[in-house]
């Protein structure tokens, strides 16, 4: 990459570079010195928020307590044991990524709103501890006499050197925050925030990536807590209450899913509360008419105007399709399974029960390798239903599933999708507010591995995944002839579009078994027709599919076998034409679409 | 130490008192917005001022300055909710982020309330004289009989609307399937007005049946609202007997560890009491699984 092009596409963290290092030059005074030292802490902090938050929009309520953490373990380590500032940050910071990691598990797996009520506890525990075990934390008073950091023998003592010192850790923890931001990792945040549904079946295991993110942002806030202690060298329990919570939460949501955002919500909230202090009663007042405000200005935060235009455009052109190269065979060659033979999926006696009535009553059948297999049923049949229960969304009441000879009765669906099963909705569940191609890399999600660290670093292996799911994402989009939106918001799109993009992110998934729900409602005749067709290009390509669809026409032509539901019972299983014959069938469902359609 | 009991006792239910009307408020809004409504305790310390200013300001008597702050209280939740709330829902702002704005709300009414009242604490003269009564060896003062009876009366009050009026069903109805709710034709907006009018009314009267024992000041919501959704939390956000349940709790926990432990502990032990609910039954004590 020329100079010219990092220049172009890093100019912002040069532009951050350069106002921290001008900063302490062309400042002198020493209460505006300690406003920037202020800031610095509060940047720091919210580099993990604006992931947390920002991007996969869980709400805390309680990051003081990490930074309290941070503080209080960094502070007792030096003062009480004598340890090395250094390493006392590191196992502050150590410590904290274990519990804020153990504490947030048992809330992930529940509504949000809990996790906001638990932090909202936790902050408030870590604060009355801090000042009510005065043995240990020096209680109101404090701890006084923390040492200062140094760099062998030269002491970072002065303001300025330790304006330069959390200058660093700003530009490393922005430069992590912005790459995990733009990629993989980021994009399943996003998907997790718009629709948790549709992001775990696309592979993303929702609870352990939330988890992961929420320690990260814990640690920085550790991290953000022990620079605090050794630069005030003295903490006690009032920097560390609701309202330290607050303030980052504010800046987070103003600024949204966007690190610059954070960062420019900052400097101004920072900026205008500690700069006119002599209104300091008013800045409360203050950061909440600017809350308010900017959110009806920006109802997604500063990010939706920051955002560039072309989003996942960077990883899409990174390397273009090789010319000559079948976007079809690459696109459904399912990843490093062989072909199997025989049968690919087996339900045994499937039943699903809610409350009183049951929606599935001993379903059984069998879908061979490289069928398209049409389920078909009146409204309510539980054809749904039956979905989510192959997918995992719901576990049986009693039977069993078993994929390519695994029994896979209560998988979840993050690991159904591993196991190559593609999934698409009844109701279109894109993720609203990203570019096409953004939602088909979604698809891809399982084709990278790279964790915060590494996405965050940028290091080889996660450029070259990124570049590699851009890639697919593209030749998804190619097969379905929508490259000329790949970088519109899919809002914008029309509703076929839509569900053609829906199809294509289940393809990007590289599946072996594809569950359509009624992927032609909505879809005019030709548009049908086409989808008729597509569907039978993706099944040229070995993949199989488990299709339910009330547009008879469509069914039919496909379908090699149909399965058809009644009231949760299974009343016929046989080709098209042997079903369109089934006296029962057609009491049951056909004879009744005749009418309607007649 | 019977004696002693019995005080802590009263105490306890004086406290809880404030908590479940505290809690009954942000029940109620949570279950028809989904909003974590932490301008809650600003509109109780509201009701508190407005009492104290209509008391010594204006000279009106107690029995109609006890419904005029519940005015002021109603104006204010109403116009926080027509201004900032239902707009901002309706422009597709998450409840999760509304409910962060609407600590944004809390920190302007308070600033607003300091710079008319001034920072320090300001006395309301309880509702019926300070001399305590003797109940059972107990010496009790009046004004904690009148924040019991009171919570007491808007309970019933509130268990009818719910269970007799069809406003309360509906109101029920909506907060068990919000898509249905809409789907049904239900008047939605209507039914959020209720609430906020609901919680209004609830909240003022918690602020203004305390101010006379802890003084009142443009600083007393946040804690308020902190209580408040301890107290729903550990009781179950998802219904009223929740929000009874837990403040009850709340204030019988932090009365007795201050009785009989200590009182730096108190906050403590109800903090501690929340995590362990969450933990163990999140949907609350009083909440329905599933």
């Known amino acids: 990459m020329g100079i010219a092009t990092l220049v172009k596409r890093r100019w912002p963290f040069l532009v951050l570079a350069a106002m921290i ?210 630069f005030i060298t003295f903490i006690s329990p009032e920097s560390f209450t609701l309202d330290y919570s607050f303030a980052l939460l504010i800046i987070v949501i103003i600024g949204g899913a966007n690190i610059w955002g954070t960062l420019v919500t900052s400097i101004v909230l920072v900026g205008f509360s500690e700069v006119f202090r ?321 | 130490m019977l004696e002693y009991t019995l005080q802590l006792l009263a105490s306890a239910l004086t406290e809880g008192s404030i908590y479940v009307l505290m809690a009954l408020g942000l029940v109620i809004i949570y279950r028809s917005t989904e909003v974590l409504y932490f301008n809650q305790g600003s509109i109780a310390m509201i009701g508190g001022i407005s009492l104290y200013a209509f008391l010594n300001h204006t000279g009106i008597p107690l029995a109609i300055a006890i419904p005029a702050s519940l005015a002021v209280c109603i104006v204010v939740a109403l116009l926080s909710q027509w201004l900032v709330v239902l707009p901002l829902l309706a422009r597709g702002v998450s409840s999760l982020n509304v409910s962060i704005i609407t600590i944004g709300i809390a920190m302007i009414l308070e600033t607003a309330v300091m710079m008319l009242f001034g920072k320090d604490p300001l006395p309301v003269s309880s509702f019926s004289g300070d001399d305590p009564l003797t109940i059972f060896g107990a010496s009790i003062v009046p004004q904690h009989l009148w924040i019991v009876g009171l919570t007491a009366l808007a309970l019933v009050l509130t268990l009818l609307f719910f269970k007799k009026t069809w406003t309360g069903r509906a109101m029920t109805g909506l907060g068990d399937n919000h898509l249905l709710a809409r789907a049904s034709g239900f008047p939605i907006k209507r039914l959020f007005t209720y609430s906020f009018i609901f919680a209004a009314l609830v909240g003022g009267l918690a602020g203004i049946a305390s101010a006379p024992i802890s003084y009142t000041s443009y600083a007393v919501g946040t804690r308020l609202t902190i209580k408040g959704f301890v107290a729903a939390a550990v009781g179950g956000m998802g219904s009223p007997v929740g929000a009874l349940v837990g403040g009850l709790i709340i204030g019988f926990f932090e009365v007795f560890t201050a009785g009989f432990i200590s009182s730096n502990l108190k906050d403590l032990i109800t903090i501690l009491l929340l995590l362990l609910v969450l933990k163990l039954r999140p949907e609350g004590l009083m909440g329905e699984r599933g």
Not at chain 1, 215 to 225: D, M, P, R
Not at chain 1, 501 to 511: H, K
Request: charged share 15%.
């Open chain 1, 21 to 230: 290092f001008c900063f302490p030059l062309v400042i002198k005074s020493s209460f505006l010195m300690r406003v920037g030292l202020v800031w610095a802490l509060f940047a720091i902090s919210i580099t993990g928020m604006t992931l947390l938050t920002g991007h996969a929009g869980v709400v805390s309520l309680g990051h003081s307590a990490f930074y309290a953490f941070g503080a209080y373990l960094s502070a007792l380590l030096t003062v009480r044991a004598g340890l090395n500032p250094w390493l006392a940050m590191l196992i502050a910071a150590g410590t904290t990524s274990v519990f804020a990691y153990l504490f947030s598990v048992p809330f992930l797996k529940l509504r949000r709103v809990y996790l906001a009520m638990g932090t909202l506890g936790l902050g408030e525990v870590v604060f009355l501890v801090a000042k009510n075990t005065t043995d240990v934390t020096g209680g109101v008073s404090g701890v006084p006499g923390i040492p200062y950091l140094s760099l062998g023998r030269f002491v970072l003592s002065h303001d300025w050197q330790l304006f330069y010192l959390f200058g660093i850790f700003i530009i490393l923890f922005v430069f992590l925050a912005e790459n995990v931001g733009r990629t993989r990792l980021g994009r399943a945040y996003h998907a997790i925030r718009t629709n948790e549904t549709a992001a775990s079946a696309m592979g993303i295991d929702v609870q352990w990536e939330l988890g992961k993110v929420f320690c990260f942002s814990a640690v920085v806030c550790a991290v953000a807590g022990s620079l605090l202690a050794h």
């Open chain 1, 278 to 598: 002599v209104f300091q009663d008013f800045s409360m007042g203050f950061y909440g008419l600017l809350l308010i405000v900017a959110l009806f200005v920006f109802p997604d935060g500063l990010a939706a105007v920051l955002s560039s235009k072309r989003r996942g455009a960077a990883a899409a052109e990174a390397s273009p399709p090789a010319p000559g190269r079948d976007t079809a065979t690459v696109l459904a060659g399912p990843r490093d399974r062989g072909h199997g033979e025989g049968k690919i999926l087996e339900l045994n006696g499937i039943s699903k029960r809610y409350g009183g009535t049951e929606a599935l009553s001993r379903v059984s059948f069998s879908v061979e390798y490289n069928q398209i297999v049409g389920i078909i049923g009146p409204n309510g049949a539980g054809k749904t239903t039956l979905l989510n229960v192959i997918n995992g969304f719901l576990t049986p009441w009693e039977g069993s599933i078993t994929l390519a000879g695994v029994d896979v009765t209560r998988k979840v669906p993050h690991e159904m999708a591993r196991m190559g099963v593609g999934r698409t909705f009844q109701l279109t569940n894109l993720f609203k507010g990203m570019t096409v191609v953004e939602n088909v890399m979604v698809g891809c999600h399982l084709d990278g591995e790279s964790g915060i660290l590494a996405g965050g670093l940028n290091v080889g292996r996660a450029r070259r995944e990124e570049a590699e799911i851009g890639n697919r994402a593209m030749e998804s989009l190619e097969f379905l002839g929508l490259t000329g939106r790949a970088f519109d918001i899919v809002e914008s799109l029309s509703f076929g579009e839509q569900r053609l993009i829906e199809l294509g992110r289940a393809l990007a998934m590289r599946p072996e078994l594809l569950l359509l729900d009624e992927p032609a409602a909505g879809l005019n005749t030709a548009e049908a027709e086409r989808l008729g067709v597509l569907l039978r290009r993706i099944r040229e390509q070995g993949v199989t599919i488990v299709l339910v669809e009330h547009n008879m026409p469509l069914v039919m032509s496909v379908s090699d076998m149909v399965y058809v539901l009644d009231f949760g019972r299974g009343i016929a299983f046989d080709t098209a034409d042997g079903v369109s014959r089934n006296e029962e069938v057609i009491r049951a469902y056909l004879g009744q679409e005749v009418r309607s359609v007649s």
